[in-house]
C-alpha cells in the first residue's frame, strides 16, 4: 500500500510513502489461529433444573380448599416405563425389544396435558442402573410437551408402583 | 458484422509494464513489484470480527472427547457459567478438572459424596465472601444462585448422577444444568422458556 503526497511550492513533488503492513498481518494472523483453536463451533445447549433447597418450613401451611392433582409421574425402569397420576390409573409402557417406547409414551404424556393443561409438575422417577440418557430423553419430552417444572427423583430398582416407591432427593431435583 | 475488439491492458499488468519502461532502470527490470494487500486485509478483519462473536457464544463450557452428552429437543443455550462436573460412564468425576480423591468418594450406598459436598461448599462459602467484600451480601431467604453444569455420557449409571444432585443439595446449590446437544440450531435471541422449578 502506498500514499502519495503532494507538497511543495507549486511544483508536483510527489513523495510515495510506504505503509509497512507486515507487522500488522503477522498480527492478524496469529489473532486468527488463536481464535480458530480457542472458539467453540458447537453449539450446547442445555436442560434447567431447580433444586429446592431444604430451609426452615413455613409456620402455617395453608390448606387448598380441594385436594391437588397429583403430578403426573413417569418412572423410568430398567424394563419400561410407567405413567400416570395416581397408582391405580398408571400405565406400564414396556420396552419395544431392546429400546425403551418413547412413541408411546410421548402419546400418553400429550394426552395427559390435554386432559389437565394447567398442571406444570412432572416427577421423574428413576431407577440406579438406568443410563442418564433415558432420563434426559423424559426431561426433554416433558419440557417439549409444555410440562415446565420437573421434580426428579430416584433410588434402588423396585417393582413397586412410583407413588409407593419412590424416593425424591433431598430437597427434590 | 462486429469489429473484433482488442482489450486493453488490463490493471494487473500496469506495475510489470512500468517495470519494464522504468527511465531509473536503464531498461533493466527491477525487483521491486507491489502487491495490492487490501482485500486480504479486508478478509482478515471480517474472520477475526467473525471468529471473536463465535468465541464469546458458548461461555465456558467446552465439550469433552471422552463423553458423549445426550441430545434434546427443548433445551436452551447455555451461555451462564458455572461449575462444571463431568461424569465418565466409568464412574470417574471431575468437578472443574479437579478429581475427587478415591477417599472422599463415600460408599455405594451413601447418598451424599463427600468430597464433592466438601468441594461445592467451599466454592460457595468463597464466591459469598467475595460477594460481600464487594459490598454484594447474598439474601439470606434466597438460595445461593451459582449454577452447576452437570456433563455427563449417555451411559453413566443415573445413580451417580443422583448421587451428584444429592451432594450439590447437601451443599446448597439449586441451580442444575444438564449439558445436551441441541437437534436444532438455538437461536440466541429467541425469548427463554420459564426456569424449571420443584
Redesign the interface.
Known amino acids: 500500500?502506498?500514499v502519495s503526497v503532494e507538497g511543495g511550492k507549486g511544483r508536483g513533488k510527489s513523495m510515495g510513502v510506504e505503509l509497512n503492513?507486515v507487522p500488522?498481518?503477522d498480527f492478524?494472523?496469529c489473532?486468527?489461529a488463536f481464535?480458530?483453536i480457542?472458539?467453540?463451533?458447537?453449539?450446547?445447549?442445555?436442560?434447567?433444573?431447580?433444586?429446592?433447597?431444604?430451609?426452615t418450613p413455613p409456620d402455617v401451611i395453608e390448606q387448598p380448599e380441594t385436594p391437588p392433582v397429583p403430578p403426573l409421574t413417569v418412572h423410568?425402569k430398567a424394563e419400561g416405563h410407567w405413567i400416570g397420576r395416581k397408582v391405580e390409573e398408571g400405565i406400564q409402557v414396556p420396552k419395544a425389544g431392546e429400546t425403551y417406547d418413547y412413541t408411546k409414551l410421548e402419546e400418553l404424556m400429550k394426552k395427559d396435558h390435554e386432559t389437565y393443561p394447567v398442571e406444570e409438575?412432572v416427577v421423574i422417577n428413576?431407577?440406579?442402573?438406568?443410563?442418564?440418557?433415558?432420563?434426559?430423553?423424559v426431561?426433554?419430552m416433558s419440557?417439549?410437551i409444555g410440562y415446565?417444572?420437573?421434580?426428579?427423583a430416584?433410588?434402588a430398582p423396585s417393582a413397586a408402583l412410583p407413588a409407593a416407591g419412590a424416593a425424591p432427593?433431598?430437597?427434590?431435583? | 458484422m462486429s469489429a473484433i475488439i482488442t482489450p486493453g491492458r488490463r490493471p494487473a499488468y500496469a506495475p510489470i509494464g512500468r517495470l519494464r519502461s522504468s527511465p531509473l532502470s536503464g531498461g533493466k527490470k527491477s525487483g521491486f513489484a507491489s502487491l495490492n494487500l487490501t482485500a486480504m486485509v479486508d478478509m482478515f478483519t471480517i474472520l477475526v470480527i467473525f471468529l471473536i462473536q463465535m468465541f464469546n457464544t458458548s461461555g465456558e463450557v467446552t465439550l469433552s472427547d471422552k463423553i458423549q452428552v445426550p441430545k434434546s429437543l427443548s433445551g436452551a443455550l447455555l451461555e451462564e457459567p458455572g461449575t462444571v462436573i463431568m461424569l465418565d460412564d466409568d464412574g470417574s468425576m471431575l468437578l472443574d478438572s479437579e478429581t475427587i480423591p478415591a477417599s472422599e468418594m463415600g460408599t455405594e450406598l451413601d447418598i451424599v459424596i463427600p468430597g464433592m459436598s466438601r468441594l461445592l461448599k467451599e466454592r460457595r462459602e468463597f464466591d459469598l465472601d467475595i460477594k460481600k467484600r464487594r459490598g454484594e451480601p447474598a439474601d439470606p431467604t434466597q438460595p445461593y444462585d451459582g449454577v452447576i453444569i452437570i456433563q455427563a455420557d449417555i451411559k453413566t449409571d443415573f445413580r451417580q448422577v443422583r448421587r451428584v444432585l444429592a451432594s450439590a443439595n447437601d451443599a446448597g446449590w439449586a441451580k442444575i444444568k444438564f449439558v445436551t446437544i441441541p437437534m436444532k440450531a438455538i437461536d440466541p435471541n429467541a425469548p427463554k422458556t420459564e426456569a424449571a422449578g420443584g
Request: aromatic content about 6%; overall charge negative; cysteine-free.
Open positions: 500500500m502506498s503492513l500488522f498481518i492478524m494472523s489473532l486468527i481464535l480458530m480457542a472458539a467453540v463451533w458447537t453449539q450446547i445447549a442445555s436442560l434447567d433444573v431447580e433444586q429446592s433447597i431444604s430451609n423410568v409438575m428413576t431407577d440406579d442402573g438406568v443410563p442418564y440418557e433415558e432420563m434426559v430423553k426431561l426433554d419440557r417439549t415446565p417444572k420437573t421434580l426428579l430416584g433410588g432427593m433431598p430437597g427434590g431435583g
